[in-house]
């Protein structure tokens, strides 16, 4: 611990430049919540017609064709987690074109899908990135400048 702070130090103070370091800001992560008519969570598995958390797939939108999320070297990432043993489910958007909206499909069985697409607000050279409007199947459902800064969305199947 002492060396690490000693390299630190040492490697802050050789600096030739005066820009001050920072580090970047990545906010990217949409919260879901996903109910049935019954208002009972469609991941529940004690309740009938529910989705398999295992087996849902992201797709993201790259030059007009839609590719499944899935980082192999990055121990089989595949865009989405859920929280502990809670049914909210975390949404890591693949955001390449920085100019663009990206777009994604959550398909949640063989059956049953939806998109989404992201308005991403990016400034110091995309040192900062983060979401600032979400649009579920066309429909704006969430907006910074409008609802809680948690970017949390609530969906009826």
């Not at 992560?29 to 991941?43: A, D, G, H, P």
């Not at 797939?57 to 990432?77: D, M, Q, R, S, T």
């Given at each position: 611990y002492t060396l690490n702070c000693k390299c630190g130090i040492i490697v802050c103070s050789s600096c030739d430049s005066e820009?001050?370091?920072?580090?970047?800001?990545?906010?990217?992560?949409?919260?879901?919540?996903?109910?049935?008519?019954?208002?009972?969570?469609?991941?529940?598995?004690?309740?009938?017609?529910?989705?398999?958390?295992?087996?849902?797939?992201?797709?993201?939108?790259?030059?007009?064709?839609?590719?499944?999320?899935?980082?192999?070297?990055?121990?089989?990432?595949?865009?989405y987690s859920f929280e502990d043993e809670s049914n909210v489910m975390n949404l890591y958007p693949y955001i390449l074109d920085l100019g663009n909206i990206p777009e994604h499909i959550i398909q949640w069985n063989d059956q049953d899908s939806d998109t989404l697409k992201f308005e991403v607000d990016v400034q110091n050279n995309g040192g900062y990135v983060s979401i600032t409007k979400v649009w579920y199947n066309g429909n704006l459902a969430w907006d910074v400048a409008t609802d809680n800064e948690i970017r949390l969305i609530s969906v009826t199947k």
């Open positions: 820009e001050s370091l920072s580090s970047d800001w990545i906010d990217t992560v949409v919260r879901l919540t996903v109910k049935n008519s019954q208002s009972e969570s469609v991941f529940d598995s004690t309740i009938n017609e529910t989705f398999d958390k295992d087996k849902i797939k992201i797709f993201y939108l790259e030059n007009g064709e839609y590719k499944e999320y899935y980082f192999g070297n990055h121990g089989g990432y595949d865009g």
